[in-house]
């Protein structure tokens, strides 16, 4: 499963796998653009446009008809957050041409350059109608987020920690941006990204699709490379604590962590990644064995790290009245991490749990295509690298690199009457 490339124009490529296990192919169109305030609300409503209706295909029934034509191929628009990177992407799956009996990869493709590049125009500008329901449709998306408190409490944890910096951004952008926008000005904005955006395709099937992405996409004019660059957060002079009062009935406790500039390129990457599965990352972690499950201080407590950034988050349930113990004691597994407090049963579980992990994306065509995306944006290594580099880190290694993770902000969503 040798990874491809094919430039199709200068700032236009194509990244494919070939994958013989699956009877089903993987498309995808990603236009690179980078993460900004301005822009992010308009670049998430003008994907959802585009898939309501387009030229050819004027209506979501339309479109319906035409996948059903496919051998029911399924189209998708998709805004992925990678790092300081939005991908405004539509995700294709399809049954190989193989099986078909046919190029069904042409066909599928022509329908994708139809919707994304062939859009349904009145006036100067998108369809009106269009315009104004998906932006609505979009506005009570967010909303709907905002109300799942666990959610919302980890978005306003990165609004507050990176406040200063892209990463802050919602890739869906935000409803007074949205509210604000008008239809010349989203319009106006697609045919600046249809221009000038760098364009990546990714495939993964049994077929060979260059010939395909050629000749439907080649005659797009070229555009500049993707610049990729994604700056280590930039940690804050001191604690930011910051608390929040709602009518809700469980507290929600989300902790920033700088990991001191710890990247996908640093040395310490794959240590402080395994820090990571031991502190919370997963079922056999300190937070979930110790702070949940013996303590039962919090009803849920799990830990992620943002490698594209070198940051590093905790988000947890609590009761109010376990607010002070339940921080203390979530620090305090930090620091059991950092002491090299660590049985071998813990270090086992959690390199055989990102093996696994690794080794299961094998089974699924879009987990391979968002490994391709993160080796183009991020060099990260394949999941056979990734695995030989981890199983060579050792419990000292992981203790030593913990000590990068410093709290940055204190986020604290809590109830009327806490």
């Not at 124009?9 to 690179?32: C, M, P, T, V, W």
């Not at 700056?231 to 809700?248: M, R, T, W, Y």
């Not at 972690?285 to 940051?311: D, H, P, W």
């Given at each position: 499963?040798?990874?491809?490339?094919?430039?199709?124009?200068?700032?236009?490529?194509?990244?494919?796998?070939?994958?013989?296990?699956?009877?089903?192919?993987?498309?995808?169109?990603?236009?690179?653009?980078?993460?900004?305030?301005?822009?992010?609300?308009?670049?998430?409503?003008?994907?959802?446009?585009?898939?309501?209706?387009?030229?050819?295909?004027?209506?979501?029934?339309?479109?319906?008809?035409?996948?059903?034509?496919?051998?029911?191929?399924?189209?998708?628009?998709?805004?992925?957050?990678?790092?300081?990177?939005?991908?405004?992407?539509?995700?294709?799956?399809?049954?190989?041409?193989?099986?078909?009996?046919?190029?069904?990869?042409?066909?599928?493709?022509?329908?994708?350059?139809?919707?994304?590049?062939?859009?349904?125009?009145?006036?100067?500008?998108?369809?009106?109608?269009?315009?104004?329901?998906?932006?609505?449709?979009?506005?009570?998306?967010?909303?709907?987020?905002?109300?799942?408190?666990?959610?919302?409490?980890?978005?306003?944890?990165?609004?507050?920690?990176?406040?200063?910096?892209?990463?802050?951004?919602?890739?869906?952008?935000?409803?007074?941006?949205?509210?604000a926008l008008t239809n010349a000005e989203v319009f106006a904005r697609y045919q600046e990204l249809i221009k000038a955006a760098p364009i990546d395709f990714y495939y993964v099937g049994d077929s060979d699709v260059a010939a395909?992405?050629?000749?439907?996409?080649?005659?797009?004019?070229?555009?500049?490379?993707?610049?990729?660059?994604?700056?280590?957060?930039?940690?804050?002079?001191?604690?930011?604590?910051?608390?929040?009062?709602?009518?809700?009935?469980?507290?929600?406790?989300?902790?920033?962590?700088?990991?001191?500039?710890?990247?996908?390129?640093?040395?310490?990457?794959?240590?402080?990644?395994?820090?990571?599965?031991?502190?919370?990352?997963?079922?056999?972690?300190?937070?979930?064995?110790?702070?949940?499950?013996?303590?039962?201080?919090?009803?849920?407590?799990?830990?992620?790290?943002?490698?594209?950034?070198?940051?590093?988050?905790?988000?947890?349930?609590?009761?109010?009245?376990?607010?002070?113990?339940?921080?203390?004691?979530?620090?305090?597994?930090?620091?059991?991490?950092?002491?090299?407090?660590?049985?071998?049963?813990?270090?086992?579980?959690?390199?055989?749990?990102?093996?696994?992990?690794?080794?299961?994306?094998?089974?699924?065509?879009?987990?391979?295509?968002?490994?391709?995306?993160?080796?183009?944006?991020?060099?990260?290594?394949?999941?056979?690298?990734?695995?030989?580099?981890?199983?060579?880190?050792?419990?000292?290694?992981?203790?030593?690199?913990?000590?990068h993770i410093t709290p940055d902000t204190i986020y604290y969503l809590k109830g009327e009457d806490a």
């Amino acid at each position: 499963m040798e990874l491809q490339t094919k430039t199709i124009q200068e700032g236009i490529r194509l990244y494919s796998r070939r994958a013989e296990k699956f009877k089903s192919s993987y498309f995808s169109i990603n236009l690179l653009v980078p993460l900004a305030a301005g822009t992010a609300s308009k670049d998430a409503l003008l994907l959802q446009i585009l898939r309501r209706g387009c030229d050819r295909y004027k209506s979501l029934e339309a479109i319906s008809l035409q996948l059903e034509e496919l051998y029911g191929a399924y189209i998708e628009p998709t805004c992925r957050k990678k790092g300081e990177t939005i991908a405004l992407s539509f995700v294709c799956s399809f049954i190989d041409s193989r099986y078909a009996g046919e190029n069904l990869a042409r066909r599928v493709l022509e329908l994708l350059h139809a919707l994304v590049f062939e859009p349904l125009c009145e006036n100067g500008a998108f369809n009106t109608e269009y315009f104004e329901s998906e932006r609505r449709l979009l506005i009570e998306r967010i909303q709907a987020e905002r109300s799942d408190k666990r959610n919302y409490a980890k978005q306003r944890l990165l609004e507050i920690m990176f406040e200063k910096e892209a990463y802050s951004v919602s890739e869906i952008g935000d409803i007074d941006a949205l509210t604000a926008l008008t239809n010349a000005e989203v319009f106006a904005r697609y045919q600046e990204l249809i221009k000038a955006a760098p364009i990546d395709f990714y495939y993964v099937g049994d077929s060979d699709v260059a010939a395909d992405v050629e000749a439907v996409f080649g005659s797009l004019c070229g555009r500049g490379e993707h610049q990729g660059c994604c700056a280590p957060f930039a940690k804050g002079e001191s604690l930011k604590v910051v608390e929040e009062v709602q009518k809700i009935s469980q507290g929600k406790l989300s902790i920033g962590f700088s990991c001191n500039g710890v990247n996908f390129s640093h040395p310490d990457f794959y240590p402080l990644f395994l820090a990571n599965q031991i502190f919370g990352g997963s079922v056999a972690s300190k937070l979930f064995m110790n702070v949940r499950e013996k303590l039962s201080l919090c009803y849920y407590a799990s830990s992620g790290y943002i490698a594209s950034k070198g940051a590093l988050v905790v988000s947890s349930g609590i009761d109010f009245a376990n607010f002070e113990i339940a921080k203390a004691e979530i620090l305090k597994q930090l620091e059991d991490v950092q002491q090299g407090v660590i049985t071998e049963a813990e270090f086992l579980a959690a390199r055989m749990g990102v093996r696994n992990a690794l080794l299961s994306e094998g089974d699924s065509k879009a987990k391979m295509a968002e490994q391709m995306i993160s080796a183009r944006l991020f060099n990260e290594d394949s999941p056979e690298e990734f695995i030989r580099k981890l199983e060579a880190v050792t419990i000292e290694e992981v203790s030593a690199a913990a000590k990068h993770i410093t709290p940055d902000t204190i986020y604290y969503l809590k109830g009327e009457d806490a």
